[in-house]
């Protein structure tokens, strides 16, 4: 009989003791440690079992799960006896950003520090060994119960420093969605003054700390190493288009055809592969979303699973205030084209508002595009960077796309329906009608700019346009910009069937 299918467990532990279902990915584990890296960062899509593999390894290494060999037993990584001797044997520091959200700079500084105070809270044992000095216990009851903006910075060393201390070992340190802050900043405004307090923070726990024994960092962006990695010339960074640990987040095919056969779904495989197949990491292809899969199991039907756990906000906020050329680019995309562009995996976020690559480079490590291929010869004489061809990365993002469009127009969505049926009636002063009601309760200054020669608000509102027609695509042809007879057209609209 099957294992019960759970939703929402990121706990190893649990998943294990339950039997729920699991996909074995111990291997990493193995894979990690033998690759000897000081610090790594593997940064994926979210909802690609990176939390999950967290809390893997923090269940092998930590000395708290030193007589928990049953989570293990009959995995990938119990039929190698090396391993088996060290599981349960390492101080481990485990900690996630994925809950600082905050709209300001002060709340989120707070809420990292309680995180990082709960570090100390749990390891409160030491307090009550020999290992601290009077003046150091006093230290450490203020860092964890009252810990201020100065001391932040060092936390993680400290405490690294105390437990070396008292094992006699040095530590193991997991930090999940370490980005999450980053991006809420960039939304809110503060990125600036988080970049600052971040990288103190990041150079005293993984470059300066000599009672580290190894990192891990996650995330779903690989912030420029400008911005709060200058001073880590030790990092390992493993992003989409790498080769290392390719497998081991996310499902390959053969797992998903493997678990759809187990629980009876054997006969919907196409089916499933056309609508959450597509993702690739480095040359792996056939990468599936963990979340669209086990919801799939669970419920038996196709649904948006992966696209409907985020807001996607800050996607929405890029493509909706980009130039011309981010619309017409989008617009090919969502006609199931492919886009030939540079891309740069280090996201500087400060330049997301003046670069279009920078946007593409951001959706492809978000997952919303696949890199199909990129040029492989070296370009250095030419001084030019190499293209990638990126598509839209399956059937589910795709429809994620179209309602974020049409989330646009959610507002006036009945004039908006009244605006297409007087296109097609030839009805001018009607359209005009609808689409200045349309204008008045959607657009802001922030769209148009109050200063036309440097914001060129004329490519908003062609943007804005090719939005009222992205319903009609699945019917007709809709293009835009292009030439035609002795000048260009902005949009033209042409039906799939002519007869």
């Known amino acids: 009989m099957a294992d019960t299918v759970a939703i929402g467990i990121q706990d190893f532990e649990k998943i294990r003791s339950g039997h729920y279902f699991y996909i074995d990915k111990t291997s990493f584990i193995k894979e990690w440690w033998e690759e000897g890296d000081s610090v790594t960062l593997i940064t994926r899509p979210r909802r690609f079992g990176k939390t999950l593999n967290m809390s893997m390894l923090e269940c092998f290494f930590s000395l708290n799960y030193v007589d928990r060999e049953d989570l293990f037993e009959g995995l990938a990584i119990w039929e190698d006896a090396k391993y088996k001797s060290i599981q349960g ?24 520090r309680q995180l990082l105070m709960k570090q100390f809270q749990k390891c409160s044992f030491l307090l009550g060994s020999e290992v601290l000095s009077k003046t150091e216990k006093i230290y450490y009851e203020k860092m964890a119960f009252d810990m201020d903006q100065l001391d932040a910075p060092m936390a993680l060393y400290q405490l690294s420093e105390y ?89 390959t095919e053969e797992e998903v055809f493997t678990a759809l056969s187990n629980y009876g779904y054997g006969d919907k495989k196409e089916e499933v592969k056309w609508w959450y197949d597509g993702f690739v990491f480095g040359n792996q292809t056939d990468i599936y979303n963990p979340w669209s899969i086990i919801n799939y199991l669970d419920k038996g039907k196709i649904g948006t699973y992966w696209a409907n756990t985020s807001s996607n906000g800050l996607v929405g906020k890029l493509i909706r205030e980009g130039g011309t050329r981010v619309k017409t680019t989008f617009e090919s995309l969502l006609k199931g084209e492919i886009i030939s562009c540079p891309i740069d995996e280090q996201i500087v976020y400060n330049q997301l508002d003046n670069d279009d690559a920078a946007i593409w480079s951001l959706l492809v490590a978000s997952g919303y595009l696949k890199v199909l291929s990129h040029e492989q010869e070296n370009l250095i004489e030419t001084n030019e960077e190499p293209l990638y061809e990126l598509t839209i990365t399956n059937h589910e993002t795709e429809r994620m796309f179209y309602k974020l469009v049409r989330g646009w127009f959610s507002k006036v969505k009945w004039d908006y329906n009244d605006f297409v049926k007087s296109l097609f009636e030839d009805d001018i002063e009607l359209m005009n009608e609808y689409i200045n009601i349309v204008a008045q309760e959607i657009f802001s200054t922030f769209d148009t700019g109050n200063k036309p020669a440097r914001s060129q608000p004329e490519r908003f509102y062609h943007g804005f346009v090719l939005g009222l027609l992205v319903d009609l695509t699945g019917k007709y042809v809709i293009t835009s910009n292009r030439e035609s007879g002795f000048g260009r057209y902005d949009v033209i609209i042409e039906p799939k069937n002519k007869e």
């Open 163 to 251: 437990l070396h201390r008292y094992y006699g070992k040095k530590v193991i340190i997991l930090l999940d969605e370490y980005d999450t802050p980053m991006q809420e900043a960039y939304v809110g405004g503060y990125w600036e003054k988080l970049v600052g307090f971040t990288r103190s923070l990041f150079n005293s726990t993984f470059k300066t700390n000599p009672y580290m024994e190894r990192a891990i960092m996650t995330g779903i962006t690989r912030v420029s190493k400008e911005s709060i990695f200058s001073d880590l010339n030790n990092l390992e960074v493993v992003t989409a288009t790498s080769d290392k640990y390719a497998v081991d987040f996310g499902f």
């Open 89 to 112: 044997t390492y101080p481990v520091i485990s900690l996630s950003f994925a809950n600082v959200k905050e709209g300001d700079y002060e709340t989120a500084s707070y809420r990292i």
